[in-house]
Each structure stands twice: as structure tokens, then as C-alpha cells.
């Protein structure tokens, strides 16, 4: 019979062998090898203890707190990140987000390992665009591995007023619910899905992947009629674009069905 210590060793071993593991691993490396790079992180941990024990007091962080909070947000998030909030984030930057609602807060969607999770963080560290007030469509920003016809990885509709880090690409800015469902609809047929795999060759779902999809009017007098299901969708946008039926059995036999 195994004792404790023979179980806690195995465990330990396969740990080590875990990809994300092995990924922890190398960014370590990767930061005692720079050093500008590890003095920044010495930074960071040290200013991260300090917030912890300001939250912890019951307190809320100064101005010159929050300050330092974005300063380290954009250096740990690098240049290419832009404004947009990634999902790493919502660890290492722990202490700016909650997952309870507060006043002046605004709600993200985002991803933690697997899961994906809400947080809140405080309006005023956003740089909130145009089009938050509206709706859209949320794909994975990573989805499968580039072959054509692969089903998206449970697309949903976004919501006023709700943001998302850089895990997730947003598609549209609608006025209304119905025009979402009918994005949501267009996004999930064989026809916009074997349009998206023209440029789409490997998991990354950039937004010049969907250079190659048509636009459509996702209102009321539209040429398509959205209340149909999604097979007969498919149809009307395989009559509107004149595919030939060679063309349509291409797609029908090699795109997957989403319902």
C-alpha cells in the first residue's frame, strides 16, 4: 500500500510533466534571463503585497496606488497588447479585479485556465471604445486548428455595457438583440464558416481571418431571411452568391453542422 509521501511524489511528478507547468517553467527562465525583466517582476510582486495589505485593512488603494496599479499593467502586458486587457491579467493583476460587483465597476468576460469567468475592475482604468454601449458577438480569439469546416467554440452573444480581455474577438455594434441572434445565426452557418477557413489555417482567430466573410443586413429588411433555421439559411446565402453545386456539396460535406 502506498503511503503519503510515495503519493505526494508521483503527484509532484506529474505536475512537472503538465504543458502549463512546463510553460510556468520557461517563462521563469525566460525572466531571470532578462534583467530588466526580473527587476520589473521584483517590482511588481513587492507593490502586489503591498495592495493586498491595503484591501485587506479595509481600505482602498491611493490615487498615486491606482497609478502605479496601470503603469504595471501596461508594462506587464507588453506593447503589442495595445488597450486591450488580456486575460493573464485577471491573475496577475489580482487585486484590481473582484468577482462581485461594486459601484462604478464594469463587468468582464475572460478566461481563467479552462473556465471562463467574469470579473469587475473599476471604470476608471478603462479606455472604454464607441461601440461598449452595443451589442455584439463574442468568438474565441484561439479556436481549433485552422482546418476548414471546424465547428467555433460556443460563440455568444455580448451585451451592452459588458467588456471582454483579449481572449475573445467581438464581431459587429448592434442596436438591438434581434440583430445579434441574427449575427449569431449567420456566424454559426457551413457557408460563413467555409468563407472564414479561406484565411483561417491555423488556431488564431484574428480579425484578418474574416477578411473573406461577406457582410450582411442583420435587420428587419435584410435580403436574407434570418427567422429561418440555420440550414435554411444556408441556402438562401448559397442562392445570393450563386455557388454552383459542386460548391454547395463541397461545403455541406466538409463544413461541420453548429447548432
Not at 532578462?34 to 517590482?43: I, V
Not at 466573410?213 to 438562401?236: G, H, M, N, R
Amino acid at each position: 500500500m502506498s503511503n503519503i509521501y510515495d503519493i505526494a511524489n508521483e503527484l509532484s511528478r506529474g505536475i512537472r510533466d503538465l504543458p502549463e507547468y512546463k510553460a510556468v517553467l520557461a517563462s521563469k527562465e525566460a525572466i531571470d534571463a532578462d534583467a530588466d525583466a526580473k527587476a520589473l517582476f521584483g517590482d511588481y510582486l513587492a507593490f502586489q503585497q503591498e495592495i493586498h495589505g491595503v484591501i485587506q485593512s479595509g481600505q482602498m488603494p491611493t490615487e498615486d496606488q491606482q497609478k502605479k496599479m496601470q503603469d504595471f499593467a501596461e508594462k506587464l502586458q507588453g506593447k503589442g497588447t495595445k488597450n486591450k486587457i488580456v486575460s493573464k491579467s485577471l491573475q496577475v493583476l489580482d487585486f484590481a479585479f473582484s468577482d462581485k460587483e461594486f459601484n462604478n465597476s464594469v463587468k468582464l468576460l475572460g478566461r481563467i485556465g479552462n473556465d471562463r469567468v467574469y470579473r469587475y475592475i473599476k471604470k476608471d482604468y478603462l479606455d472604454l471604445p464607441e461601440i461598449f454601449e452595443k451589442y455584439n458577438i463574442l468568438v474565441p480569439e484561439a479556436n481549433g486548428s485552422g482546418a476548414i469546416g471546424e465547428v467555433l467554440s460556443t460563440p455568444l452573444i455580448g451585451e451592452p455595457l459588458i467588456g471582454h480581455t483579449d481572449t475573445f474577438l467581438s464581431i459587429g455594434a448592434f442596436d438591438t438583440v434581434s440583430e445579434a441572434e441574427n449575427c449569431l445565426k449567420y456566424v454559426k452557418t457551413k457557408f460563413c464558416r467555409a468563407m472564414l477557413g479561406v484565411l483561417k489555417i491555423t488556431q488564431h482567430n484574428s480579425r484578418n481571418t474574416w477578411l473573406k466573410v461577406p457582410l450582411q443586413d442583420f435587420t428587419s429588411t435584410s435580403d436574407i431571411d434570418w427567422s429561418q433555421s440555420i440550414a435554411e439559411v444556408d441556402q438562401q446565402l448559397y442562392k445570393k452568391y450563386g455557388l454552383s453545386e459542386e460548391e454547395i456539396q463541397f461545403i455541406e460535406s466538409k463544413v461541420k453542422e453548429m447548432e
